[in-house]
DNA sequence: CTAGTAAACTTAAAACCTGTAAGCAAATAG
DNA sequence: CTATTTGCTTACAGGTTTTAAGTTTACTAG
């Protein structure tokens, strides 16, 4: 029988867009090794074990995450940046659910996965630069955009906002007019 | 053999419970039947399928955090209130982090969770009646309210902020300052 | 070119989980 | 006190995870 040419690389971008065509929860190796036309057992050559693969697929998520930021916010500042930034978490989460998903397990802070969540918030705090925050507001509002980013996307998601008419383009869209607004009018402390 | 007087509720309260000691995830059928002494055959005369004890436990945790969130909006009004319910989830989320991950959960809209969810939103609709929102910015406030509460305890709770030294309470707090000014200073469209 | 070895994959098997169906025992009703 | 419903067990079929051992494929070196 011809091999399949398995390496970790490739496991990791099967598992991933698997995740994402039937959900990051549903994405078994038993699944993986289907896809492959190889037997469950080959796939531990090459992976440690279940855990082992949905973080990759995290890390891999998280870094794919992290490139868009970093080309979103080339070359723009304030509001402009605030919303290109944003929309590439919201595009990304639409595009990718399988792999989003996988961005919320909890990282152990020594992982390649967990360093890749770094960068992550370094371009949040690159973001605000266009606006004028000290520390320790600058890691404040670091802290609130994250969350805020993570939250709607994924509430929208669940279908946290189908009870309500309005229109949920409209709510982000002033929800980054309010964002913008609030960084520049920061609160003393 | 005595019997272990199973219903659709301690099955409920238990699976609650479980998730909360060993992780939502972790919480199975076989290791609820574990718990009350019996066969997991048991569970499903009183409950439909694993599927089924999830969305329960979802059901159960939004009810508790309207509970929850409905006693502390009483007798509040404005930045006392704010604090008040945004700390309701905060701390919920911290005491029952399995109930809190079901949450999390795709529910469809026809069920009784998906009621509950509709509950909370009401009172963060609530909440808001101390500030002078007219619609639609009270629907964008509720949602980015709504968000952002659950994204930041989500991404505590995973260990995304402990990358950087600034107290997480500290952070919080000045991001309820942060929103309490938005919200009494909510943009023009 | 061929022998030896390392890597890739399969087979086999143990352990666990889900869910259905059939059977037995305990509570309840007439 | 019998009859029936209800609650739980037994039995089982099917699926996933993971380890260990065996086989085949590909590479490496003499």
Redo the contacts with the bound molecule.
């Keep these: 029988?011809?091999?399949?040419?398995?390496t970790a690389e490739r496991v990791t971008q099967a598992a991933a867009d698997l995740a994402d065509e039937i959900g990051f929860q549903h994405m078994?190796?038993?699944?993986l090794a289907r896809g492959f036309g190889?037997?469950?057992?080959?796939l531990?050559?090459h992976v440690k074990?279940?855990?082992d693969v949905k973080v990759r697929v995290a890390s891999l998520a998280l870094t794919e995450l992290a490139d868009r930021a970093a080309a979103a916010l080339a070359g723009r500042a304030g509001k402009d940046a605030l919303v290109a930034f944003a929309n590439v978490y919201r595009d990304y989460a639409k595009e990718h659910p399988g792999r989003y998903a996988a961005t919320q397990m909890e990282l152990d802070p020594e992982t390649a996965a967990a360093d890749a969540a770094r960068r992550n918030a370094e371009l949040t705090r690159a973001l605000l630069r266009g606006y004028e925050l000290q520390e320790p507001d600058q890691t404040d509002a670091v802290r609130m955009l994250g969350g805020l980013f993570h939250g709607y996307v994924t509430l929208e998601k669940a279908g946290g906002f189908r009870h309500t008419p309005r229109e949920v383009d409209a709510s982000w869209s002033r929800t980054l007019d309010a964002l913008d607004s609030l960084l520049r009018n920061w609160p003393p402390a």
């Design positions: 029988m011809a091999r399949a040419g398995l078994t190796v038993s699944a190889v037997k469950p057992a080959a531990y050559s074990d279940a855990q």
